[in-house]
C-alpha cells in the first residue's frame, strides 16, 4: 500500500507527496470547496453520473477530508 504524506501550504494548500514527489495538490476555492489537481499525467475518472465525460486532472470536493480520502484510494489503488 503507497504511504501517502501530506504537506500543508497555510491556509489553502494541501499536497499530497509519495516517496518525496508531489503528486497532487488539494487547493481551497474562494466559492467553497476544495479542487484536487494532478501534478503528473494522472486523470480523474468520469463521475459516474456522468459516464461519457473525458477524464479530467482537476476534481472538485465538498470537503477537504473527501478530496484527501479521494487522493489517498487512487493512489493507492
Known amino acids: 500500500m503507497t504511504q501517502v504524506t501530506w504537506d500543508n501550504?497555510?491556509?489553502t494548500t494541501w499536497i499530497a507527496t509519495v516517496d518525496g514527489q508531489a503528486l497532487?495538490?488539494?487547493k481551497r476555492k474562494d466559492i467553497g470547496g476544495w479542487t484536487a489537481i494532478w501534478t503528473d499525467e494522472r486523470l480523474w475518472p468520469a463521475p459516474s453520473h456522468l459516464p461519457k465525460a473525458m477524464p479530467q486532472?482537476?476534481?472538485f470536493f465538498?470537503?477537504?477530508e473527501e478530496a484527501k480520502?479521494?487522493?489517498e484510494q487512487l493512489l493507492s489503488a
Open 9 to 11: 501550504d497555510p491556509p
Open 24 to 26: 497532487c495538490s488539494i
Open 57 to 59: 486532472p482537476t476534481r
Open 62 to 64: 465538498s470537503s477537504l
Open 69 to 71: 480520502l479521494a487522493v
